[in-house]
Nanobody
Framework: QVQLVESGGGSVQAGGSLRLSCVASGYMNTRMCLGWFRQAPGKGREAIAA????????YYADSVKGRFTISQDNSKNTLYLQMDSLKPEDTSMYYC????????????????????WGQGTQVTVSS
């Protein structure tokens, strides 16, 4: 079992920044894919970024590339999402997720591969 707890959401004006954190606990495999998703009301869940636990490869959706940065601190078992140049369309509930069985790859964006999910943290961007 892996437990994921997000924090850092809030309200910000367009152009502002936020940093989300996701603290992981439980059984952490060496090979894991850790990702961030978001879901706006009435819309499907969107994969926005992922990385390999302990590795260097990162993956981004086109909608956030160049504005968001995913990173990790393995000493703290914490995943981060630095969000800059926020836009009103970034308003969503943000979730972190973990695939405990394998590295990220070309299918990093597929939500069905992720076994564990956090409860979410709300991000609201006003114009």
């Amino acid at each position: 079992q892996v437990q994921l707890v997000e924090s850092g959401g809030g309200s910000v004006q367009a152009g502002g920044s936020l940093r989300l954190s996701c603290v992981a606990s439980g059984y952490m495999n060496t090979r894991m894919c850790l990702g961030w998703f978001r879901q706006a009301p009435g819309k499907g869940r969107e994969a926005i970024a992922a990385l390999n636990r302990g590795g260097e490869s990162t993956y981004y959706a086109d909608s956030v590339k160049g504005r968001f940065t995913i990173s990790q601190d393995n000493s703290k078992n914490t995943l981060y999402l630095q969000m800059d140049s926020l836009k009103p369309e970034d308003t969503s509930m943000y979730y972190c997720a973990a695939d405990r069985h394998r590295w990220c790859g070309t299918d990093w964006y597929g939500e069905r591969r992720y076994d564990y999910w956090g409860q979410g943290t709300q991000v609201t961007v006003s114009s």
